[in-house]
């Protein structure tokens, strides 16, 4: 059984860089194919697609947001950060994490999610 | 950009009802859709992938069709636990997007 569980602070002063954790078990980071991603949804709107890594660490953004993004992942750990600079109250939403089988985009497992909210 | 246009925004429905939900693209994507379901306070769970493809532990209930630019979402008999949001995410092309949303409400 495949579980993701986003970790992080719930608030954040603007331009204060937003540090979230998945940690996550039943697969593995290594194994051929598998990709972990960064969803956002803003309270009442929709889900923004942010950034992918893949098991052989290649790593995708978002260009409109890519500037201020960064992934990387703790093989060992079973875990993946997710780095944003900058932080605007216009980034305050819900963050997940999920899993893709398919080294493609769409997302078969999601972490509960959490909540940030940017305010000074 | 691609543009996805997903409709209707809303949509009230009685149990036992059959619904459908269109997603259509500014552009072809072959069959790189997938649909998702998400309650309220809770995260999206992939319902379809391919456009067609049925997730494991999906109820039968819920189908895809279509490809190219244009994608259904059909619940064959709706159950009182399918009353929530629906979204279409394309993937063919980067980055991946999502459409806005349809909230089945009860009627």
């Known amino acids: 059984q495949i579980t993701l569980k986003e970790s992080g602070p719930t608030l954040v002063k603007p331009t204060q860089t937003l540090t979230l954790t998945c940690t996550f078990s039943?697969?593995?980071?290594?194994?051929?194919?598998?990709?972990v991603g960064w969803i956002r949804q803003p309270p009442g709107k929709a889900l923004e697609w942010l950034a992918l890594i893949y098991w052989d660490d290649d790593k995708r953004y978002s260009p409109s947001l890519k500037s201020r993004l960064t992934i990387t992942k703790d093989t060992s750990k079973n875990q993946v950060v997710l780095t944003v600079t900058n932080m605007d109250p216009v980034d305050t939403a819900t963050y997940y994490c999920?899993?893709?089988?398919?080294?493609?985009?769409?997302?078969?497992?999601w972490g509960q999610g959490t909540l940030v909210t940017v305010s000074s | 950009a691609i543009w996805m246009t997903q409709s209707p925004s809303l949509l009230s429905a009685s149990t036992g009802d059959r619904v459908t939900i269109n997603c259509r693209m500014s552009q072809g994507i072959s069959s790189h859709l997938a649909w998702y379901q998400q309650k309220p306070g809770k995260a999206p769970e992939l319902l379809i992938y391919a456009a067609s493809t049925l997730q494991s532990g999906v109820p039968a209930r819920f189908s895809g069709s279509g490809s190219g630019t244009d994608f259904t979402l059909t619940i064959s008999c709706l159950q009182s636990e399918d009353f929530a949001t629906y979204y279409c995410?394309?993937?063919?092309?980067?980055?991946?997007?999502f459409g806005q949303g349809t909230k089945v409400e009860i009627k």
């Open positions: 039943g697969f593995s980071l290594s194994t051929s194919g598998v990709g």
């Open positions: 999920a899993h893709s089988h398919s080294g493609d985009y769409e997302f078969d497992s």
């Open positions: 995410q394309q993937y063919y092309y980067f980055p991946p997007t």
